[in-house]
């Protein structure tokens, strides 16, 4: 079996897990970020990054290189809510569209460029700890690996239920995957890029019954669809992805029009299933837990990259102090759960709020009246779901 040891392991390698690689790295750590996926990959996402993401990757030096990207400058919003009625927003900041298929590539290669060991096709199939560290084992290639490191950190995006074939959680996460949905919904999201679509600077959010799709201007004459969609008023497993796109525009006539000269572009779609919304963050089940591990927001916020992002900002710097033996785990775990709380709650709750409005169809021509009289409310409650600039 192969055998590897390192200071810190990162399971999962999407935007949280390839920054806090990278500032650990930066810090002369011994990093292996482990994926069980291959990349560049695309990825279920609106693939819309907004002003306070942006702040953390620039606090991370990782600006200019995102920004060779040439991600597309986004200014201005339209909503379409499911019974017609639309407004225009304009965004509090600039948002920039970019792919997803491009972003995550370029963090792994600002990684591996900083000295992380990036393993892909490998997938954790559990985690265990004792006084000495963690023990990750993981399979690639079908072939057993065993990984030694004295901090491991979870990654692994939101929906761990679905993907783990082995059980890494312990404790209470574990119990949660497990539970049954019960009154949660579970949603699905679905993907794909387009060409024949003209939007300018503008990002478009269509409402409809049992959900929504944002269109977001991606560059190289793509926009990105991104679609969440409620199980219970989609059902179809095993159906064609792109036909859940055309059902939503059969509810929504706006997006009909919207996508009638729209072509898609083969090899982008991808979904994923369940999405489980969250109203509070978890920090810690044995291990720090990042990104959507750790909260989901309700993805009509525009705001989960930076979350994740932000995650691995806020733990990187006690990850270090604990390699360092300045802190003890259970300091880290304190202090990574109350930094999480003081920044995530607001959002996460108000994102919740928004979610719960937009989406019921019988709110549509309320919240249009509202939003007309008073634009300055719906840009407050848009910056009450999102972080804070880094920093600020
Ligand atoms: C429909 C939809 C639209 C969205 N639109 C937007 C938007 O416009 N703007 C925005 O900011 N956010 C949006 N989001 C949210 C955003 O995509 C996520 O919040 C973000 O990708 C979370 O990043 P992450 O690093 O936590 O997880 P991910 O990017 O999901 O990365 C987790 C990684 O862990 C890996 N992994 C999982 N299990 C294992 C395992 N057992 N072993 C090894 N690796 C494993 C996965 O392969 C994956 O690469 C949207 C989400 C949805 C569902």
């Known amino acids: 079996m192969m055998q590897l040891q390192a200071d810190a392991a990162v399971l999962g390698a999407g935007l949280a897990g390839s920054l806090i690689a990278k500032a650990l790295a930066d810090q002369g750590w011994d990093v292996v970020l482990i994926d069980r996926q291959t990349f560049p990959r695309h990825k279920v996402c609106g693939e819309f990054l907004s002003p306070e993401a942006q702040s953390t990757l620039a606090a991370f030096g990782l600006l200019d290189a995102v920004m060779e990207l040439a991600p597309v ?51 954790v199939v559990s985690v265990h700890c004792d006084r000495e560290g963690y023990y990750i ?31 890494p959680h312990t404790g209470e996460a574990k119990r949660k995957l ?85 072509i898609p572009i083969e090899g982008t779609q991808s979904a994923v299933a369940p999405v489980r919304l969250r109203k509070s963050p978890g920090a810690w089940d044995g291990l720090p837990l990042l990104g959507d591990s750790a909260s989901v927001i309700a993805p009509l916020c525009g705001d989960g990259m930076s979350m994740a992002l932000r995650s691995a900002a806020l733990c990187a710097p006690l990850a270090d102090g604990y390699l360092r033996g300045n802190l003890s785990l259970p300091e880290w ?31 549509g021509p309320l919240l249009h009246g509202m939003f007309r009289l008073a634009p300055r409310l719906a840009e407050r409650l848009v910056k009450a779901s999102r972080l804070a600039p880094y920093g600020g």
Request: one cysteine or more.
């Open 178 to 262: 497990r539970r049954p949905l019960g009154k949660e919904i579970a949603y699905v999201g679905v993907k794909s890029h387009f060409s024949g679509v003209e939007l300018g600077d503008k990002v478009e959010m269509y409402f409809f019954r049992g959900g929504y799709m944002g269109l977001c201007p991606v560059g190289e004459g793509r926009v990105n669809a991104a679609a969440l969609l409620d199980r219970r008023a989609f059902d179809g497993a095993g159906r064609p992805l792109l036909s859940f796109m055309e059902e939503a525009a059969l509810r929504q006539p706006a997006l009909a029009q919207r996508l009638a000269g729209a």
């Open 73 to 123: 400058a986004v200014n201005q919003s339209r909503l379409v809510f499911a019974g017609g009625q639309e407004i225009a927003l304009k965004l509090p900041g600039e948002a920039w569209g970019i792919s997803r298929y491009r972003l995550d590539e370029r963090l792994h290669q600002a990684a591996a460029d900083s000295g992380v060991r990036l393993m892909t096709g490998t997938s």
């Open 333 to 363: 775990s304190r202090l990574y759960a109350e930094r999480l709380q003081a920044e995530f709650a607001g959002p996460l709750r108000w994102g919740s709020l928004l979610q719960g409005m937009l989406s019921c169809a019988a709110a």
């Open 137 to 167: 084992e993981a399979k690639q290639n079908g072939q057993p690996l065993m990984l030694r490191a004295k901090a491991a950190i979870a990654a692994w995006g939101g929906n761990a239920r679905a993907g783990l074939p082995g059980s």
